[in-house]
């Protein structure tokens, strides 16, 4: 082995270590963890783990919403495949309807005889991607066949939350209520419930999670915060609750814009108002800018999903991990109105973002193909969740399917799915458990960004334990070094067993299309148990997990 410098890259940057003596290392491993039995972070958030799905290109229309008639295996017209794997992964939650699409839509569109309900001009229908569609795509012309009931059933099959995203730039106060009767007024009991047993459910649907507006910022509304909290308050005064807890999500920043989340809560605050239901902020980042600096243009930032270089590999993580300063960063102002820390962090939209051109289908608009770059960025996303487990109450990757950093890939009757989706495979033993301090050191990554050097950790992730079960999560975005790793689980506990499993590939840009559906796929990885140790040699560009099985 040769020489190195070796960096601690706590999970806690730059935090003194919380606990006394080192244990003593292996001089031949690359790369250490140490894993806190005893300090834990907080659980880990199952909703953590939650998807997007948007009336957005081929998300629902050729991703879930198959329609009943169809030759595809179907449930009530929704994918069979997709059900099947989001069973496999146990996805929490799903948000719906948007996005951008949900401050356009009126729910009384989607409900009814499929047969009678209108066709509308969907909110994509202008984006410079819908130039590819031809005649009356159901991407640009919304036919509104997929609805609140079938939206409601493709959760229920799924085994996941819903999770509404109302409409606060065009519709009334008045409808936001009148959804929220619609979805959880009680069989019988009213007008509306009535009209959903009509439509297929006598019983209420019992929406717990409820987004107000998206994005009010920009495409919902271009609001600043205090009018922002204006409408806010105008729509969440008195909704009826039907004996559910309801959970509002307030529409937050883009990135981390410190100054809308502080104008929205200076102004409740002025007006003493926080209802007791606001349990969730929204962020939204993208991992968009990959010209290293060069540009903060929205189109001319961004770049290839499948043609990059080494520069362009780690660009992505780089960018991507910026996730963490956002989290901390919201975090500590919600803090300074919410001292009592009801409210959490909603990261219901992050992911890679790149430029058109590799979307599997034409109508699949913001598609993009999904390679093991984009399998590390998700896994270290999940990995900032993990060790926020206190502060992030809820996520969604976006988007399921078709479209940005998708976990299926979906045309007619064909089905794959994408690295990302191996990702949640794997991450999956995480939700619920208890979140735990864990210290990374390796060596770290260099690569030149525009002529100048910059640097990565090199090994990255979070660990938790359920009962006797302790799930270490790593990502290992070096190119050349695989890394020998010596992991110590620090308490009172022994091992008993240990495995794992490894999602990588010996080209950056390994992806899966639906002639080669599993070129990635998830694979064993040796471990080594040696008394209170674990050695494992930990791949060039992967994501391991490793499962612990304590005595
Ligand atoms: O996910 C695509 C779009 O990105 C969403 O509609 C919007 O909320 C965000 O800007």
């Known amino acids: ?41 907080g659980r880990i958030a199952p909703e953590i783990y939650g998807q997007f799905t948007e009336q957005l290109g081929g998300v629902i229309y050729d991703g879930v919403w198959v329609g009943e008639d169809s030759s595809i295996p179907n449930i009530h017209g929704i994918r069979k495949q997709i059900v099947d794997r989001m069973r496999q992964i146990h996805v929490p939650v799903v948000r719906w309807p948007g996005g951008c699409f949900a401050d356009s839509y009126d729910w009384r569109d989607g409900v009814g005889a499929r047969k009678d309900r209108p066709t509308r001009t969907n909110f994509w229908a202008d984006d410079p991607d819908a130039a590819r569609l031809k005649g009356n795509a159901v ?20 085994g996941a939350e819903p999770y509404l995203a109302s409409n606060l730039r065009s519709l009334p106060a008045l409808e936001f209520s009148r959804w929220v009767e619609y979805c959880n007024s009680p069989a019988g009991s009213t007008t509306l419930a009535k009209q959903r047993a009509t439509n297929g459910s006598a019983a209420p649907y019992d929406v717990k999670y409820w987004g107000v507006g998206n994005e009010s910022w920009g495409c919902g509304g271009n609001f600043e915060p205090e009018e922002y909290a204006e409408e806010f308050r105008r729509f969440t005064t008195w909704v009826p609750h039907y004996g559910v807890p309801l959970s509002f999500v307030g529409s937050g920043p883009n990135d981390n814009n410190l100054e809308w989340t502080n104008g929205f809560f200076e102004a409740l605050r002025r007006k003493n108002y926080m209802p007791r239901e606001l349990h969730g902020w929204s962020v939204h980042y993208y991992t968009w800018n990959l010209s290293m600096g060069a540009t903060n243009d929205w189109v001319a930032g961004k770049r290839d999903a499948l043609d990059f270089d080494e520069a362009g590999w780690y660009e992505l993580f ?15 102002l919600l803090g300074e109105f919410d001292p009592s820390r009801n409210i959490k962090l909603v990261v219901d939209e992050y992911g890679a973002w790149y430029k058109p051109g590799t979307q599997l289908d034409p109508t699949h608009l913001l598609g993009q193909q999904v390679t093991l770059r984009d399998a590390l960025l ?22 399921l399917a078709n479209c940005l950093n998708s976990l299926f890939f979906t045309h007619e009757d064909k089905f794959i799915t994408t690295p990302v989706f191996h990702v949640f495979d794997m991450y999956a033993a995480h939700q619920g458990a208890q979140s735990l301090r864990a210290n990374f050191s390796s060596p770290q990554v260099h690569y030149l960004r525009n002529g100048k050097p910059a640097t990565l950790a090199g090994l990255l992730g979070s660990a938790s334990m359920r009962g006797k079960i302790v799930t ?33 590939d010996t080209d950056m840009h390994a992806h899966n299309t639906f002639a080669q559906p599993d070129a990635v796929q998830l694979k064993k990885l040796a471990v080594d148990v040696q008394g209170d140790r674990l050695h494992v040699t930990i791949p060039p560009a992967s994501v391991s997990r490793i499962t612990v099985q304590l005595a």
Not at 472 to 490: F, H, V
């Open 318 to 332: 780089l960018q991507g991990l910026y996730m963490e300063e956002i989290v901390r960063a919201q975090w500590g």
């Open 1 to 41: 082995m040769n020489r190195r410098r070796f960096l601690q890259t706590s999970s806690l940057a730059g935090a003194a270590l919380a606990f006394g003596a080192r244990p003593a290392w292996s001089a031949t491993a690359d790369a250490h963890v140490e894993v806190l039995l005893d300090e834990s972070i």
């Open 139 to 158: 991407q640009a012309y919304e036919t509104n066949a997929f609805g609140t009931d079938e939206f409601m059933r493709f959760c229920h099959l799924s």
């Open 378 to 399: 998700t896994a270290m996303t999940l990995d900032i969740f993990n060790r926020h487990a206190e502060k992030v109450g809820m996520a969604a990757c976006a988007q």
């Open 472 to 504: 270490l999560t790593a990502t290992n975005p070096d190119l050349k070094q695989s890394k020998l790793t010596e992991i110590a689980l620090r308490g009172s506990a022994r091992i008993a067993s240990a495995e794992a499993s490894v999602l990588t």
